[in-house]
């Protein structure tokens, strides 16, 4: 990954929303997973779908700790997921409505 040194520039948030409105358009779940196959490597995807799985126990109420053991992400992950949830920009609130 390219170190974070600099803010957002324009060009780089015009690029992830460009991104973003790609993947909102896909309508076929098999394609949007066929596309972040091709665009993330194993690792990438793989901590996507970990903090997705994180998140989702996070919302049953699931202690820090017993995430942690059982899906091996490391608790400084599972509170990075929790504050999103709780004070991000509102995507993982509008993913548990579309879940």
Same mark, same amino acid.
């Given at each position: 990954? #390219?170190?974070?040194?600099?803010?957002?520039?324009?060009?780089?948030?015009? $690029? +992830?929303?460009?991104?973003? @409105?790609?993947?909102?358009? =896909?309508?076929?779940?098999?394609?949007?997973?066929?596309? !972040?196959?091709? !665009?993330?490597?194993?690792? +990438?995807? @793989?901590?996507?779908?970990?903090?997705? @799985?994180?998140?989702?126990? !996070?919302?049953?109420? =699931?202690? /820090?700790?017993?995430?942690?053991? #059982?899906?091996?992400?490391? $608790?400084?992950?599972?509170?990075?997921?929790?504050?999103?949830?709780?004070?991000?920009?509102?995507? /993982?609130?509008?993913?548990? +409505?579309?879940?």
């Amino acid at each position: 990954m #390219k170190p974070n040194k600099a803010p957002e520039s324009r060009q780089q948030r015009s $690029v +992830e929303r460009a991104l973003s @409105q790609v993947l909102a358009d =896909m309508d076929d779940a098999s394609d949007i997973y066929n596309f !972040l196959i091709d !665009l993330c490597t194993p690792a +990438e995807l @793989q901590a996507i779908a970990d903090r997705w @799985q994180v998140a989702l126990l !996070l919302r049953e109420g =699931m202690p /820090y700790r017993a995430i942690s053991e #059982k899906t091996a992400v490391s $608790v400084t992950t599972i509170g990075r997921v929790a504050r999103c949830i709780t004070h991000g920009s509102g995507g /993982y609130t509008a993913a548990f +409505e579309q879940s």
